[in-house]
Structures are given as structure tokens and as C-alpha cells.
T-cell receptor
Framework: GAGVSQSPRYKVAKRGQDVALRCDPI?????LFWYQQALGQGPEFLTY????????KSGLPSDRFFAERPEGSVSTLKIQRTQQEDSAVYLC?????????????FGPGTRLLVL | RKEVEQDPGPFNVPEGATVAFNCTYS??????FFWYRQDCRKEPKLLMS?????NEDGRFTAQLNRASQYISLLIRDSKLSDSATYLC????????????WGAGTKLIIKP
């Protein structure tokens, strides 16, 4: 079956530009996560959705970051007025249910470079 | 102090050797522990969960030491394909979704 997909795979933005990153989770997965991974670091939690509900957005770095999952499937992470420090890999992961013991399945990530 | 700390490496190990690395965590109330593997420019993939009694999956053995707050990963008979970054992941108390990720230990298996 299809895994988690993300698009675009690569994005180059000029500083100040808005970007939108898309995540298609595995069909039927209840939980969806967004992470930010800087070079040489582990993923940093950004936000968590349970179906369409955004239960935690505590990891979003600033109010320029916004995420949604309106129908409980596809999710979009939007970054407004991008800054150079936003350059990173943005990973999306989904999980079948609500248990920590379940595997999180990651997409390939979107590599964002802000110039 | 970081919540999850790992030696970044790289560990350069000859093929066929045994290698082990540890990860320390700061939150004594953490309940769930995992090792993920991440290949260069790829996404993380679950290698194994870590159980209190320790667990083994083929050539891989994971151990948890709650008293000293560390988990370990042992790889026996290492293969070239084991070359990757190994990420230690720890849960946050009372959360069924938030995980804290270490920065990873890079392993290079040499022929």
C-alpha cells in the first residue's frame, strides 16, 4: 500500500515568501504529526492532529507557522513570510491510532531552503 | 542539558564487528522508548521499541536502564547496510503523541 507522501520534495523560497507544504498520510490513519529537522539534529515536534482536530501546536516556532487538516486526511503546513532560519526538512508522519506503541510512518520530507 | 542525549559519532566499525551505543534521557517519568534508523537524506524508520526487560530482533538488541536513565542499542555481526544514523526517541509523561528525539549517532560500517 501507499505510504506517507509529501510535496513538494524540495522548495526554494525567497525570504518573505509564503510556502505551503502538503502531507498525504496513510489512508485511515488517525494521528498526524509535523516535525522540523535541522541538519545534524533529530526531528523537533511541531504539531499533532487527531483526525481533523489540532490537539497540540506547541512546537510551532512562531505565529508565521500554521497547520491544518480540515477533513482528517491531507494536511498542509503553511509558513508565512519565510525567514532563513526556517530552512530545514519538514517531516510529516502518520500513525494508525492513538497509542504511543504504534509505529509512526514518516513521509520523505520537504527540504525547504530560504534564501 | 538536552532531554535526550546521544554521542553524535561517527562510529567507524569494520564489517562483522559488534557495536553498541547509548542514549541518556532526563525525564525519569518517560514510559516509552524507541530506536529509529535514518539513512542519509531519508526519513526516519522505526528500528525497534525498547522494553523494560530488554528485547532482541535478529542482530539488534535494545536495553533499558531506568535507574541510570539510559537505553542502549547493540548491533552484532554488523553489515555494510547498517550504516545509518540511529535516533533515540523517548516519550513525554502523560502524552500519547509527543516524543523527544535525540540528535542521532552516526554509524559507518567499513568493508
Amino acid at each position: 500500500g501507499a505510504g506517507v507522501s509529501q510535496s513538494p520534495r524540495y522548495k526554494v523560497a525567497k525570504r518573505g515568501q509564503d510556502v505551503a507544504l502538503r502531507c498525504d498520510p496513510i489512508s485511515g490513519h488517525v494521528s498526524l504529526f509535523w516535525y522540523q529537522q535541522a541538519l545534524g539534529q533529530g526531528p523537533e515536534f511541531l504539531t499533532y492532529f487527531q483526525n481533523e482536530a489540532q490537539l497540540d501546536k506547541s512546537g510551532l516556532p512562531s505565529d508565521r507557522f500554521f497547520a491544518e487538516r480540515p477533513e482528517g486526511s491531507v494536511s498542509t503546513l503553511k509558513i508565512q513570510r519565510t525567514q532563513q532560519e526556517d530552512s530545514a526538512v519538514y517531516l510529516c508522519a502518520s500513525r494508525p491510532g492513538l497509542s504511543l506503541d504504534e509505529t509512526q510512518y514518516f513521509g520523505p520530507g520537504t527540504r525547504l531552503l530560504v534564501l | 542539558r538536552k532531554e535526550v542525549e546521544q554521542d553524535p559519532g561517527p562510529f567507524n566499525v569494520p564489517e562483522g564487528a559488534t557495536v553498541a551505543f547509548n542514549c541518556t534521557y532526563s525525564n525519569s517519568a518517560s514510559q516509552s522508548f524507541f530506536w529509529y534508523r535514518q539513512d542519509c537524506r531519508k526519513e526516519p524508520k522505526l528500528l525497534m521499541s525498547v522494553y523494560s526487560s530488554g528485547n532482541e530482533d535478529g542482530r539488534f538488541t535494545a536495553q533499558l536502564n531506568r535507574a541510570s536513565q539510559y537505553i542502549s542499542l547493540l548491533i552484532r555481526d554488523s553489515k555494510l547496510s547498517d550504516s545509518a544514523t540511529y535516533l533515540c526517541v523517548v516519550s513525554i509523561m502523560d502524552s500519547n503523541y509527543q516524543l523527544i528525539w535525540g540528535a542521532g549517532t552516526k554509524l559507518i560500517i567499513k568493508p
